[in-house]
């Protein structure tokens, strides 16, 4: 879409690591964008396109909605180990508070909902190699369960309301702007550790199997959502890289990217993870003709040059 031909997007959760990358890839493209998070921007140039609010705060909806808007739905609260500990906080802080979004989109008459769901814990444990759209739902975490109970009320909403919608099973995102000093995102958090001069905390044995997307190929592909016809009948799309690679083998790449040779910290395994996730996408590439672009090589390097130029202060306070 060129610079002249501007669309509304609201993008609930949008000052977060997708939800910035998506913003300046819109604003690139022409779009016009509206966000709401309860943390101010990181470029402070979005600061006059940001209202604070949660997602609880669905009563802004009749203030921000209006017909034709393209919503795209990243808010979420929860991360899968711990949401096994709070099921019950999934269901009021995540799941209640997006039906009260989805009415207030249906109410509003907007073009569309894009919502970013999990294509690493909404099949549960995988009995195909790769996983396509198609395969069983069987959630081992309550943020699972969550993210697949906003898909079936969608299509709810589609059928009750005609309501249109895209989901995106999204695998593991990393590069650039996603924390490398939190708790959520191999790639990013042992880049972190490397950065400290710290040990890298590894679950298990370094054997299970992911499917890492970089976040510009992400971006790609919410695009195409935003761009195409709403009308079409695919709804959900795995949105991954398509090929796994195991801990061990991030491990490899992170030395071939620093130049270092990081100490681990073993730890023991995790009932919410899986042995193998890969994500089949040979949906997403026959409806938008979209096939992710960056290697994994290519994505650790360029992640790590930007890990490693942060400033001293935030490896200190492993801020946001």
Known sequence: MGKNQESDIFILGGNGFIG???????????????????????????????????????????????RGMKVVHLAWSSLPEPSNKDPHGDLSFNLLPTLRWLDACA?????????????GTVYGVPVTDPIREDHPTDPISSYGIGKLAV?????????????????????????????????????????????????????????VVRDYLYITDLVDLVLRCIEFDSSYQERIFNAGYGKGHSLLDILEEIRVATGRNPEIDWLGGRK?????????????????????????????????????????????????
Request: glycine share 12%.
């Open 20 to 66: 910035t990358a998506l913003s300046l890839r819109l604003l690139e493209e022409g779009h016009s964008v509206t966000v709401l998070d309860p943390m101010p921007p990181r470029d402070p140039s979005f600061r006059g396109r940001w209202i604070p609010g949660k997602l609880e705060d669905h009563q802004l909806g009749e203030k921000i909605l209006r």
């Open 151 to 207: 898909e079936k009320y969608l299509s709810l909403y589609g059928h009750l309301r005609g309501l249109p919608f895209f989901v995106l099973r999204a695998s593991n995102i990393y590069g650039p702007g996603k924390e490398p000093f939190g708790r959520q995102g191999a790639i990013n958090v042992f880049l972190g550790a490397v950065a400290r001069n710290e040990k890298i905390r590894l679950w298990g044995d370094g054997r």
């Open 107 to 119: 109410d509003a008459g907007v073009d569309r909902v894009i919502f970013m769901s999990s294509g």
């Open 272 to 320: 919410v993870d899986v042995p193998a996730n890969v994500l089949d996408t040979g949906r997403a590439h026959s409806v938008f003709g979209w096939s992710p672009r960056v290697s994994l090589r290519e994505g650790v390097r360029e992640t790590w040059k930007w890990v490693r130029n942060l400033p001293d202060s935030r490896r200190e306070e492993g801020g946001r």
